[in-house]
């Protein structure tokens, strides 16, 4: 069974790095094809897809975030971590990651419960 | 970057009708990578079809989904209660999701 949690903390003041960790067990960050990524939600508003990692390091970001967001992934500690610079209130709202069990079909096929993140001095 | 766009965005509808929801992307893309997911309110989202048109693992069969370069379409054929929810698109993992249809009883 696959499952996956956020961590992180609740509340940041403008201008500082939120680190939000992904930690997952069921499978491998390691076997060839999968990925986590993370979609963050605003409250009341859509889903935002943000990052991801593959299984051979291969990172990809939002464009209009790139310069912000730095994803890793740590195999030895089944923990995927999201990194967000310079945070704005603009930036509050729910933060969930998500398995990617295939990179040629590109799903996400289980996401966590979400931590909700609130920016504000 | 890829625009994804969901119509309608409400849809007010009663139990045992059928849904018919619809996602058009800016650009076509090689493949059948769509994905939908299912949105309850303070729930996580569900995926419920990938690669456009199979359902993943425990979701009924009145949900189904079609279609193919830049047009996609979910059908709910006969809608149950548990089913009135918001529903996102998503081409491939890296891509943007759409703003969502709101799918609410009449």
């Known amino acids: 069974q696959i499952t996956l949690k956020e961590s992180g903390p609740a509340l940041v003041k403008p201008t500082q790095t939120l680190t939000l960790t992904c930690t997952f067990s069921g499978f491998s960050i390691k076997t060839s094809g999968v990925g986590v990524g993370w979609v963050r939600q605003p409250p009341g508003k859509a889903l935002e897809w943000l990052a991801l990692i593959y299984w051979n390091d291969d990172d990809r970001y939002k464009p209009s975030l790139k310069s912000r967001l730095t994803i890793t992934a740590d195999a030895s500690k089944n923990q995927v971590v999201l990194n967000m610079a310079n945070v704005d209130p603009v930036d509050t709202g729910t933060y969930y990651c998500?398995?990617?069990?295939?990179?040629?079909?590109?799903?996400?096929?289980?996401w966590g419960q979400g931590i909700m993140v609130t920016v504000s001095s | 970057e890829i625009v994804v766009t969901q119509s309608p965005g409400t849809l007010s509808l009663s139990p045992g009708e059928r849904a018919t929801l619809s996602c058009r992307a800016s650009?076509?893309?090689?493949?059948?990578?769509l994905a939908w997911y299912q949105q309850k309110p303070g729930q996580a989202p569900r995926l419920l079809i990938y690669?456009?048109?199979s359902r993943a693992t425990g979701i009924p069969d009145r949900f189904s989904g079609s279609g193919s370069g830049t047009d996609f379409t979910l059908t709910i054929s006969r809608l149950e209660p548990e089913d009135f929810a918001v529903y996102y698109c998503q081409q491939y993992a890296s891509s943007p999701f759409g703003q969502g249809t709101r799918l609410e009883i009449k």
């Open positions: 998500a398995h990617i069990p295939d990179f040629w079909s590109g799903y996400y096929s289980v």
């Open positions: 650009q076509s893309l090689s493949g059948d990578d």
């Open positions: 690669a456009t048109s």
